[in-house]
């Protein structure tokens, strides 16, 4: 069975369920997200022994903000439409991706996954070498993208495909409000002589990068170039911490099977899709031991 005889097989009472989004489920995730980061930005702060080790944690409750990113895209964080746009708005203001650009993307990727000529995740291929791989991982390139992003949008430059020639504006002026916000807190810090962003903020996104990166090379990564996304997308199993920080991602074959399914019904959707799934994994280092090893191959 591929997805689409899946999805044609629920019946309509299933939709319903499954398509039940929740304000409360999604602000209860929310305030243990960034109530988490704000605990651990501010043991940080006060210097608490062996706080250098905590900038890891911080930079990875930090740069997973961009699954709560991912969920807003979709509209599926919260019921509440503009709860999702402020939110959505926050997280990519806190991983430098500006939120409405990044939505179009996404969205592209949704309707051309894994085709090689229309996949905007797959313009600069997955890596193929192991310095390739240890590339990416570094997080420099995704860096590096999103600067760029942020200061041709700013320039009114933007010519991706998938950004609808009538909201060039909206991305205009999103990335002008972002560098000019960014310019304000830099300027604050330095007038009030304050390094404490550099440590609970620019630092832990710094590190926690290579982790976002590894994460999200397992969803896709070495899958089919077909249609089907029980085939062209993988679900990783996992433990419930990873599954909390990236709000149920893991579980993404099911979300590529049905895209408005919210984060906390995705675990009952994996019940009904897993007879069916071709690409799975037990794990993320087991998935990146294979990788790493194609790759010396």
Same mark, same amino acid.
């Given at each position: 069975?591929?997805?689409?005889? /899946? ?16 304000? /409360? ?38 740069? &997973?903000?961009? +699954? ?24 990519? &203001? ?54 760029? +992003? ?87 199993? +996992? ?20 895209? +408005? ?37």
């Amino acid at each position: 069975m591929d997805h689409r005889q /899946f999805m044609n097989s629920l019946s309509a009472e299933q939709r319903r369920m499954l398509t039940r989004k929740s304000d /409360f489920k999604g602000l209860a995730a929310l305030a243990v997200h960034w109530g988490a980061i704000l605990v651990v930005g501010g043991l940080i702060a006060m210097r608490v022994p062996g706080w250098p080790l905590l900038i890891v944690v911080q930079g990875i409750l930090v740069i &997973f903000l961009f +699954t709560l990113l991912h969920e807003t895209c979709h509209q599926t964080a919260f019921k509440t439409p503009r709860l999702n746009g402020l939110v959505g708005y926050v997280c990519g &203001f806190a991983i430098v991706l500006p939120a409405n650009w990044f939505r179009y993307f996404h969205l592209a990727h949704h309707r051309h996954t894994q085709d090689p000529d229309k996949d905007p995740e797959l313009a600069n291929g997955k890596p193929e070498t192991l310095w390739q791989y240890l590339v990416l991982v570094s997080g420099a390139p995704v860096w590096r993208s999103h600067v760029r +992003t942020l200061g041709r949008n700013a320039a009114g430059n933007c010519d991706d495909d998938f950004v609808p020639r009538g909201k060039l504006r909206l991305v205009r002026d999103e990335a002008r409000v972002m560098i000019a916000a960014y310019l304000f807190v830099a300027a604050a810090c330095i007038a009030l002589g304050s390094s404490q962003l550099l440590y609970v903020w620019v630092l832990p996104a710094l590190a926690g990068q290579p982790f976002l990166r590894l994460y999200l090379l397992a969803e896709h990564g070495r899958c089919p170039y077909v249609a089907d996304m029980f085939e062209n997308t993988r679900t990783t199993f +996992t433990n419930w911490v990873v599954r909390k920080v990236a709000w149920n991602m893991p579980f993404h074959t099911e979300h590529h099977a049905y895209p +408005t399914v919210p984060f906390h019904l995705l675990p009952r959707l994996h019940e009904l899709t897993r007879p069916h799934l071709k690409e799975t994994e037990n794990g993320y280092s087991r998935f990146h031991r294979k990788y790493a090893a194609d790759l010396k191959r």
